[in-house]
């Protein structure tokens, strides 16, 4: 029973810690709205696999091997610092761009694919995440996990995470949503640029802050 707990727990941090707003959030909004469902589950599903691929490098110790290599970790930031700036800009030279959306709301070839790529090095590009992962299993899940519960825990990692975004991509794809999107897409699209360009300035300031001292 404490297993199946301190499982729940985890979970429920993790749910947590995806339904707060960040890039991640902003990134499969903002394709659900402008481009459609198709991408936004995509997208979802890209968001969920970073997830498992988290929780499988912390418990095999990426953590440790982060924590015992400070130069590894810094790269890792700046990285996710700067693919996030990369996404920032595309979409607010994007913004006055007008968009074509479809009522079937079926992707063109490949978009889908493309969709799934970006949310999964999206989610993957950020470290700091391994670092929250990590803290959260180190102090939630009993040291003597059974193989099981190890071999089961990125699955269910995968379905909070996806769950959470496919919520959101059904939720946001409406046609209200659409519409409201459609008349405010260059105030809205430099609004989302806006939130991830500050995320990914902020890593590469703290990055190079601490290189500097």
């Known amino acids: 029973m404490e297993l199946y707990i301190s499982l729940a727990s985890v979970l429920g941090a993790l749910l947590i ?10 990134l499969v909004a903002r394709t659900s709205i402008a481009v459609s469902r198709t991408d936004g589950l995509y997208m979802a599903i890209g968001m969920g696999i970073g997830g498992a691929i988290f929780s499988v490098l912390v418990l095999a110790g990426l953590q440790a ?7 590894l970790y810094m790269a890792l930031k700046l ?12 979409i607010w030279l994007g913004a006055k761009q007008p ?12 978009t889908a694919m493309k969709s799934f790529l970006m949310a999964l090095l999206t989610q993957i590009s950020n470290p700091k995440a391994v670092v929250i992962y990590g803290s959260i299993f180190a102090a939630l899940l009993p040291p003597d996990m059974p193989l099981f519960a190890i071999l ?19 939720t946001l794809s409406s046609k209200s949503s659409t519409v409201i999107y459609l008349n405010s897409k260059a105030a809205i699209d ?23 001292t």
């Open 65 to 71: 091997i982060l924590a015992s290599v400070p130069w």
């Open 99 to 110: 968009v074509v959306i479809s009522s079937d709301e079926k992707s063109l070839p490949g």
């Open 17 to 26: 810690g995806a339904i707060s707003p960040g890039p991640s959030f902003v």
């Open 152 to 170: 089961a825990l990125p699955f269910l990692v995968f379905l909070v995470e996806a769950g959470w975004y496919t919520i959101v991509a059904i």
């Open 79 to 90: 990285f996710g610092g700067l693919y996030l700036v990369y996404l920032a800009v595309r």
């Open 190 to 212: 430099r609004a989302a640029s806006m939130v991830m360009g500050t995320l990914g300035l902020k890593l590469v300031s703290e990055t190079l802050r601490v290189t500097k």
